[in-house]
């Protein structure tokens, strides 16, 4: 496969989010045992915590992504927001010697705010940066660099508990804080501003201003959301069905391995293809996933699924995105990337406060049912609205 459309500017940000997700995802597997078990809190108030950490993340991503098109910049939206959620990496850690689960909150919620800071302009600055018949592929790549380091995070966790078995799970969030400045490190020396038009105020409020193909996508994606909760009740599903910690983690590795081998195939083909053909696989592929989840009663299942489910993470995450930036135009990529993420946080807020709130019902004797069920329910109805979104290429071509 030629790589071509890849420029430096997708390059650099890979590289800066392999690194912020080898920091990331250190702990994403270990935060469900660590809020439950080391901190003594409630399933019901882990899903308090995810949900309203999501919430900002995705829910506040309009912000930022509005400022950058109105600034006409994006670099110093992903500085901020990757130093932020680098520096936000030891707070968590000490919340089991300080105040609890309320200074982790904190925590989890100011690295989830330096995430809806810098996500909307960098998505943006890698649209800026490439040509439009190769945004899948840029895409793609930029989600294969992130979860390589969301595979390799997992790993390291292991192999320091591996090699230290008695290191507390507080002291793995300290650690974290040096992958995290590396790639603060990369984003100041290696991002190149892309210079684009500045939006005038007008232009960027008048949101009825976008194409009506967006509005589609961005109700579909609104109802997808709804049913999307936290990751973490997928990793306490799995736990629930016989897994152990480590197998906990190897299983999320796992996972994170075919969403990093597959993104940039599949981002490729949704340039070959389209992307509502690839959006709409990804999103009945979830769909699968969770109603077997729903149905699951053994630990070979976890092992199954997770991996089905990073083929739907790589189906969906960056070409959905390229969806996006195909509608808009460039002066209105970051408004448009940010709306879209809100509207995704304020839908996932929901969905794991519900999926929280209904963790212990069971409609049959061993089957958590519930919150699997409404997360395959909604994907299913938002995947026919893709079909209303028409793909309109830089020559005009409506795919």
């Not at 390589?148 to 650690?175: D, E, K, M, R």
């Not at 008048?206 to 709804?226: E, K, M, N, Q």
């Not at 839908?347 to 919150?371: E, N, V």
Request: charged residues 15%.
């Amino acid at each position: 496969m030629r790589f071509r459309g890849i420029t430096r500017n997708v390059v650099i940000l890979g590289l800066v989010s392999l690194f912020t997700d080898l920091a990331t995802e250190m702990l994403y597997p270990i935060i469900p045992l660590f809020v439950v078990g080391t901190l003594g809190a409630s399933p019901a108030l882990l899903g308090l915590i995810e949900g309203l950490a999501e919430g900002i993340s995705s829910g506040l991503r309009w912000v930022g992504g509005r400022w950058s098109d109105r600034l006409g910049r994006r670099k110093p939206f992903v500085i901020a927001g990757y130093s932020l959620s680098a520096l936000s990496k030891p707070a968590m850690g000490l919340a089991a010697s300080v105040l609890g689960w309320p200074l982790f909150l904190f925590g989890r919620c100011s690295d989830r705010f330096g995430k809806s800071i810098r996500t909307a302009a960098r998505d943006a600055l890698i649209a800026d940066s490439t040509d439009p018949a190769y945004r899948g592929i840029a895409f793609g790549f930029h989600r294969a660099a992130d979860t390589t380091g969301a595979v390799a995070g997992p790993l390291v966790s292991l192999a320091i508990l591996g090699l230290w078995p008695h290191t507390p799970l507080a002291t793995l969030f300290l650690i974290a804080l040096a992958p995290g400045l590396v790639s603060v490190v990369i984003a100041t020396l290696g991002v190149r501003e892309i210079r684009q038009k500045v939006a005038t105020p007008k232009r960027v409020t008048a949101t009825g201003r976008f194409p009506r193909s967006f509005w589609i996508v961005l109700i579909a994606f609104g109802i997808f959301s709804l049913g999307n909760s936290s990751d973490s009740f997928l990793l306490l599903r799995s736990s629930e069905l016989g897994l152990s910690f480590t197998q906990v983690v190897c299983a999320y590795a796992l996972y994170n391995a075919v969403y990093a081998v597959a993104a940039l195939p599949l981002g490729a083909l949704s340039d070959r293809i389209g992307r509502r053909p690839v959006v709409i696989a990804g999103w009945l592929c979830y769909a699968g996933v969770y109603a077997a989840f729903a149905y699951a009663q053994a630990p070979i299942a976890a092992w199954i699924l997770l991996p089905i489910y990073g083929l739907y993470q790589a189906l969906t995450e960056g070409v959905l995105k390229a969806l996006v930036t195909d509608i808009v135009p460039s002066e209105q990529r970051g408004s448009a990337l940010g709306l879209v993420a809100t509207v995704g946080g304020f839908g996932q807020l929901a969905a794991s406060l519900l999926a929280g709130a209904l963790w212990q019902i069971r409609i049959i004797d061993g089957m958590l049912a519930t919150p699997f069920v409404i997360g395959a329910a909604c994907a299913l109805v938002a995947a026919p609205f893709v079909l209303g979104a028409r793909q309109v290429s830089r020559e005009g071509v409506k795919k």
